[in-house]
């Protein structure tokens, strides 16, 4: 299915053996998995958001370009897309430069440490349920948006999220409420089950073939169970 294909996983909320059992499932249908980027809670907490928001525009390599929003979601999108992904599967951003990147988010706390990823072609960001607190929407928008981001940076990418994350405060339920991101992402909404984790694996190759959907088991789950291969 996936044949020739590079992912790279960014995780916000998602819990390891979800996203061991996706990887090993990538693997099987011939992807190669260049690593992942942890997420910390800091990237939605909205009392860091000015940080981010700053910590973006200092991180950005020479030659670089964030996206002209000015949420913290879509720039965040913007720096790793640049370090991440590429249309062609090559990163603009790369060696030294992109371990800069990576480890100064570390360093302030909005990733934890590792390995950086190698530069893929497509991105799987995976989260957990439904967000909790006051904030708890705009933590969801956040991660949704740098999602949409790193699909317009990169081949494509799928946001994916375990049981409540097509509530209305959850990452995948904040994307389906917006058809212009919908258009272009594809989403998942029950990938702590083995249903889920197929689907999106074979969402990736759909967005591999320039289509999107709606995909799982919540009512917004607009196209069904899983892409139709």
Known sequence: VLQGQTVALVTAGADDPT?????????????TVTGTVGLTAAVTDPARADQLRQL?????????????????????GGLLGGVLTGPSGQAPVTGPQAEGVLNGLSAAG????????????????????????????????????MAAQLDHAGRGAVLVGSAGSADVTGAVGVARADPTVTAALSTVDNVETGAGQISS?????????????????????????????
């Not at 996203?19 to 992807?31: P, T």
């Open 19 to 31: 996203r061991n059992a996706l990887v090993e499932l990538l693997k099987q249908a011939g992807a």
């Open 201 to 229: 694996v074979l969402a990736l190759r759909e967005q591999v073939d320039g289509r999107a959907g709606r995909y799982g088991t919540s009512s917004s789950a607009a196209d069904g169970a899983a892409p139709r291969t």
């Open 56 to 76: 973006t525009g200092t991180l950005l390599p020479a030659g670089a370009q964030l996206p002209a929003a000015a949420d913290t979601g879509s720039l965040l």
């Open 110 to 145: 909005f990733t934890v440490a590792g390995p950086p990823p190698a530069p893929a072609g497509l991105v799987l960001v995976l989260t957990g349920g439904a967000f909790t607190g006051v904030d708890a929407g705009d933590g969801a928008a956040v991660v949704m948006r």
